[in-house]
């Protein structure tokens, strides 16, 4: 088996992230290096458990591992606690130990309830990141960040919690379907615009191969995507500095997919419009050439995301900014390209410009959004 592996160091806590095409099955043998017992829970949704679970948990048992399968209904919506909660039930009810371990096999929203399960279950039980989808391989499996959505916002309530490996099989985007991936692309993308000139025009290269789901160009892509995303995590685990940056197109993204309701767009398409928008911000306030937001612009139509701003309405969005969870003493703060590789967070912006810039994106085509 050939498999990458990208080093998340932090102390104790540090763990593999192992990549690699048709592996899945590998883990079983994996897990015995890891320091559980041997019971286990995979957490998946039905889909997801027919299509790769069930085959999970046959090479587990097969290595002697007791394995319990919970399935969660797929979706957003069931993010909650309500979905924790049935963890719980199962867990408590098969007598779950200290030392018995959780495996998330899905997608974000998967990697996110099960790690949160996982990270307030007797205070804590080992678990494992089976990420999916291409937002989970590149961006939410890795980090730490478990919760769930209250009816008053999205990811209120959560924990850092890192898990103990992660293990990416590239093989299941084959079933991942097409607008998934693409979405995915918008936090590969931000990976080059915050860190790394070299993969942006890798990206730039190569998106049709990524698209078409080529072997090499997958894993390539997703282990660069977790190197960076383990550097910045590494330095700064708890987002007081450094860590902020992977926020890069999420202010602005975050508001187009609030006033929208969340039922519009996937995550990764409103992050390429929030990106394509802050670079517009960073050139209209003199941080960077207009060459920058352009680029940006480019790739992301080029793979198939959108970049203008629906038609919603410029002053909706300016209070939905206003109102962002990660608003500081009444200012937004913004992470802005100075470059393609590099990017600066400031609280200075001016309300004028940003209107004016928010309006500049938007457009009134509604063929285009
Ligand atoms: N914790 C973090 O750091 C972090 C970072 C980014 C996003 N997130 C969270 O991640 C969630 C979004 O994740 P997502 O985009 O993966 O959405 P998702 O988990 O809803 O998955 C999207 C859809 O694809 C399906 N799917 C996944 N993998 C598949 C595969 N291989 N084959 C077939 N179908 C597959 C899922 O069943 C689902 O229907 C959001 O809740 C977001 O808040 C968390």
Redesign the pocket.
Known sequence: MDIRRVRVELGQRSYDICIGHSILSGLARHVKSLPVGRKGAIIT?P??NK??GESLSRHLSGEGYGITTIELP???KY?TLKSVSRIYDTLAGERFERSSFIIAL???????IA?FAAATYLRGIPYIQV??????QV?????G???V?HALG??LIGAFYQPLLVWIDVG??????GR?LI??MG?VVKYGVIADEQFFKYIMESYRDILSLDKETLIHTVARSCEIKAMIVSSDERESGLRAILNFGHTIGHAVETATGYRKY???EAVAMGMVAAARLAVNMGLCRNDVAEVIDRLCRSIGLKTALPSVNTSELMDILRRDKKVVNEKIRFVLPVRIGEVTITENVDNDVLQETLQLCYTHDKSEN
Not at 131 to 136: D, I, R
Not at 139 to 143: E, L, M, P
Request: net charge negative; hydrophobic share 30%; proline share 4%.
């Open positions: 949704n889909s997801l299509l790769y797929a979706g957003e993010k899905g997608g974000g929203v998967i990697g996110d790690g990420p999916t989808s291409l937002v989970a961006d939410s499996s890795v980090g960040k478990t919760g959505d999205k990811n299941v985007l084959k079933t991942l379907p998934e979405a995915g936090e996937r995550h990764g």
